[in-house]
């Protein structure tokens, strides 16, 4: 595997050249951007061939773009809470993807970090940690603000009769009258959610108007939020969490968005397209974002991250090739399951162009911003993750690394994964481990078990100390 230059860092000198500032702000603002399955390689900047971001290449081409990040798990649910929390899965308190177990009361969020340091804190999309009235709804654990989905069935559909708002139901009436449902039909009980998404309207392209009334596609009203968060509180240190749900199925579009007739006309399967599209879409919001930051003066007080909750949903080869080399996508512990991109951008502070490959994963975004925003006093001692500001700043000598990353998940047997330094060890619940050199075989099709018996011994007994047993 060709080795990446470790990151190069021009103190203070703006992402796009010009005269260097002459200190970075002390509280930035934070804007965490999280796609919902989104592939490592469905972005131009990791080698997508496919699909057109060029809004989020133009973040990589001014900011730090990470080759060796990963995901906190391969599927939704469990993902969220290492990040939210900043603890391997291992650790948290949620391991399955059901969507009805919801963190703790005694669980630490970022969010919760974050306003004890007088950050304003909103998040718009996905939480999947929760229910509405749950210990775990985003209104208990440290978000002034929370606009969209709580239970993840819910978002499966981007036609749902509500969403949520500061935790309870906001009707969308014209998505309600189409279902034929009243307000006291609201619901985020499982059977219900499942209802909605078969009255969901058929795809892959929906009109905004029908016969029967005006469909309301919820990630719309999701990005307005986003925006009008900032804008309110663009006078105050503020952490905008934006963990959106394209390109999540279903796989249904408006049929005049924009980024639809990019792809339409594509040989490729209707899946493959609606993928493409979201994708497009995102990266047009996100382009829209960063305007909003220019135009209110705050760009270069502001450092925004980009990353993805798992791998691609679906590895769409020979048409998008959302993983690239990679092996597996999401639900798998290989590759294609759990690395991600990870993009940070931040004018005047972050050097442009960079390229790192330092191995982080999404606990390691808690102690990050909580550094970022001088909170780190009110970090929980128990965390696994690790700030990277000093790769973020080009003070590659003073960063921490992670002598092992860890990935579990019982599905039937329990399916770890294991990252330590070159090597990627990988178990599918059966008890067998194979172990893959990503520096010479980044599509892990070589497995040299039986050439590392004294590795694996050492790893088990590293999960035997650093893993506890899930209540």
Known sequence: MTRIAPIVFAAMTLACGGEPRPSRP???????????????????????????????????????????????????????????????????????????????????????????????????GKWGLGV?????AAERQGFDKFFGYY???????????????????????GNAEIYGLAPADLSEDPSALNAYKRLSPPGPYVPRTTPDGEYEFSHDLIFERTLEFIRENRDRPFFCYAP??????????????????????????????VHAAFVSMLDRHVGELTDLLRDLGIAEDTVVFFTSDNGASNRFEGELDSSG?????????????????????????????????HVTYSPDIMPTLAELASAAEFLPE??????????????????????????EWDRGGLQRAVRHGRWKLVSDGQGDWQVFDLWSDLSESTDLASEHGKLIAVVEEWISVNRTIPE
Not at 132 to 136: D, I, L, V
Not at 247 to 266: G, T, W
């Open 26 to 124: 002390e509280r930035p603002n934070i804007v965490f951007i999280m796609a919902d399955d989104m592939g490592w390689a469905d972005l131009g900047s990791y080698g997508s061939k496919a699909i057109q971001t060029p809004n989020l290449d133009r973040l990589a081409e001014e900011g730090v773009r990470f080759t060796d990040a990963y995901a906190g798990h391969t599927v939704c649910a469990p993902s969220r809470c290492a990040l939210m929390t900043g603890k391997h899965t291992g650790h948290t308190t949620v391991r399955a993807n059901a969507g009805t177990a919801p963190i703790k009361d005694s669980d630490v969020t970022i969010a919760e970090v974050l306003r004890q340091a007088g950050y304003a804190t909103g998040g718009f």
């Open 132 to 136: 509405m009235g749950s210990a775990g």
């Open 151 to 173: 239970h993840q069935v819910h978002a499966h559909t981007y036609y749902p009769p509500f969403l949520v708002e500061d935790g309870k139901p906001f009707q969308l009436s």
């Open 244 to 273: 959106w749900t394209p390109p999540h199925s279903f796989y249904h579009l408006p049929e005049d968005e924009p980024a639809v007739d990019l792809y339409r006309n594509q040989p490729w399967s209707d899946r493959a397209r």
């Open 325 to 357: 080399p990679l092996r597996g996508a999401k639900r798998s512990m290989h590759e294609g399951g759990i690395r991600s991109p990870l993009i940070v951008h931040w004018p005047g502070t972050v050097a442009a162009a960079v390229v790192s490959d």
């Open 382 to 407: 128990d965390i696994d993750g690790v700030s990277i500001v000093p790769t973020l700043l080009g003070k590659t000598a003073e960063q921490e690394s992670h002598e092992y990353l860890y990935w």
